[in-house]
């Protein structure tokens, strides 16, 4: 069966290998009620749930972890999760938004203004010049956007854009987050928008394997 939104494959781009998520349940703490709108081509949509997942750190130059890797999906439907976690179907809805965001210092998630970098352009970069690029820089990549297009709810036909520019806004602290995003796609269309409330976490395993 083909999954909607497949965690393994961003990690794999960002050179993690194999894992598998799960979703689990927090004690909710008080917090703000859930409250999220994006805009896209025109189109007005309601986000209503929010899921986190925390990586690992990365080293992107020197000796040791320079970025923590975590993840952030968004959507104004009811996500269903295979027995490994990942997400098989979508039980209603229209959109749907996961990033990849990346904080400075390796140990953990820190909010802040993530911008989209394009990571493939620096393959051909000394390791002095990406230790400039990226010091103290929080960034995304490898996130994309995905929608019923023609409102079937037939997710697994759909194709995901990718998301090729713009910036995500996160502030306060897991589970309890505000994002802000104003995102530029691959065909040139935008998505803007706001969610806020308590994030469902999902367990990552980062063992390798398939």
């Given amino acids: 069966m083909k999954t909607l939104f497949n ?4 990690a794999i781009l960002l050179s993690f290998g194999f ?3 799960s979703c689990t349940d927090d ?3 008080d917090n703000p009620k859930k409250d999220g709108n994006t805009e896209y081509n025109n189109q007005k949509f309601t986000i209503k749930n929010g899921y986190y997942a925390i990586g690992n750190g990365i080293q992107l130059y020197g000796n040791a972890p320079t970025h923590h890797l975590d993840f952030l999906f968004l959507t104004d439907g009811t996500p269903k999760f295979s027995n490994d976690g990942e997400i098989t179907e979508m039980q ?7 990033g990849a965001i990346l904080s400075p210092d390796g140990a953990s ?4 203004t993530f911008e989209y970098t394009n990571m493939a352009a620096d393959v051909n970069l ?5 230790e400039a690029k990226y010091k103290n ?4 990549y490898e996130s994309i956007v995905r929608m019923d297009t023609d409102g079937d709810k037939n997710w697994e036909e759909e194709a995901d854009v990718k998301i090729t520019g713009g910036t995500i806004k996160v502030s306060g602290a897991l589970p309890a987050i505000s994002t802000e995003y ?5 065909n040139g269309k935008t998505i803007k928008g706001s969610f806020g409330g308590v994030f469902q976490k999902l367990i990552i395993d980062m063992e390798d394997g398939e």
Avoid: H, M, R, W
């Fill in 182 to 186: 104003n995102l530029t796609l691959e």
């Fill in 27 to 29: 004690d909710e703490p």
């Fill in 92 to 98: 209603d809805g229209k959109i749907a938004i996961l």
């Fill in 137 to 140: 820089k929080s960034f995304f």
């Fill in 126 to 130: 000394t390791e002095a010049q990406v």
């Fill in 109 to 112: 998630f820190k909010p802040g």
């Fill in 7 to 10: 965690f393994k494959l961003i």
């Fill in 19 to 21: 894992f598998a998520t």
